[in-house]
């Protein structure tokens, strides 16, 4: 088992709910990301927070809004998702977040469908 | 063009044999190599980390990386069905805040 906890870990919504991912590290690091996972495409990466600061967006749509409140915590608030929105939603952890080595730890990721 | 390319499989191969994963890429500004294991319905995990070109060993597993030819490897000896997973390469300049490139991975199945 990971130092990373996600919650929850299956999701169902409708386009018109709004949601929140939770992801949790016990592993005292100072950057977390996170990710989305479709079948059959790489990982791609959503937001990076490094020592609570977001210093990375990569062009995430707006329904997706991301929070962290200190180091141990990241969520992800959804609003109007579309269909195509479903996919495993990773969230990681790494000690840095900096300069060096960028070993990331993933938790189990929530899979969610929207219908 | 994408920065990294991994090879799709997907791979089958019988119980003991030896494994080759494999993974090009473009930019040679990439210092840290990363291999990644991911089993259905689970997060990735880290399975080994590499700085630079050489080789790295680790049990059964040997990551190897070649910066003049920008090809990385992972090597698995003596395989078993517990390795059936997806594997997934990544990299990263180690400057940008954590950000790492990953392959599109290879699913792996290891009959008994």
């Known amino acids: 088992e990971t130092g990373v906890t996600q919650t929850p870990r299956h999701l169902v919504m409708g386009m018109t709910n709004k949601k929140s991912l939770k992801c949790e590290q016990h592993?005292?690091?100072?950057?977390m990301y996170w990710y989305k996972q479709s079948a059959k495409k790489p990982l791609e990466l959503m937001f990076v927070y490094s020592l609570e600061e977001r210093v990375e967006n990569n062009s995430v749509p707006s329904r997706f809004s991301p929070e962290c409140p200190n180091s141990s915590h990241l969520f992800l608030h959804l609003h109007t998702l579309q269909p195509e929105d479903s996919a495993l939603y990773l969230c990681?952890?790494?000690?840095?977040?900096?300069?060096?080595?960028?070993?990331?730890?993933f938790g189990p990721g929530t899979r969610l469908t929207v219908l | 063009q994408k920065e990294v390319e991994q090879d799709p499989g997907p791979l089958s191969v019988p119980e003991g044999a030896i494994v080759s994963l494999n993974c090009t890429y473009s930019n040679s500004a990439f210092q840290y190599f990363m291999w990644y294991r991911q089993y259905s319905r689970k997060g990735p995990e880290l399975l080994m980390y590499t700085y630079s070109s050489g080789n790295k060993e680790d049990g059964r597993f040997t990551a190897q990386v070649d910066k003049s030819s920008k090809y990385i490897s992972l090597f698995i000896r003596d395989s078993q069905p517990s390795d059936s997973a997806t594997y997934l390469c990544a990299m990263s300049r180690g400057d940008n805040a954590g950000k790492s490139t990953f392959g599109d991975g290879t699913t792996l199945t290891v009959k008994p």
């Open positions: 990681a952890s790494s000690p840095s977040g900096r300069a060096g080595t960028d070993t990331q730890y």
């Open positions: 592993l005292g690091h100072n950057a």
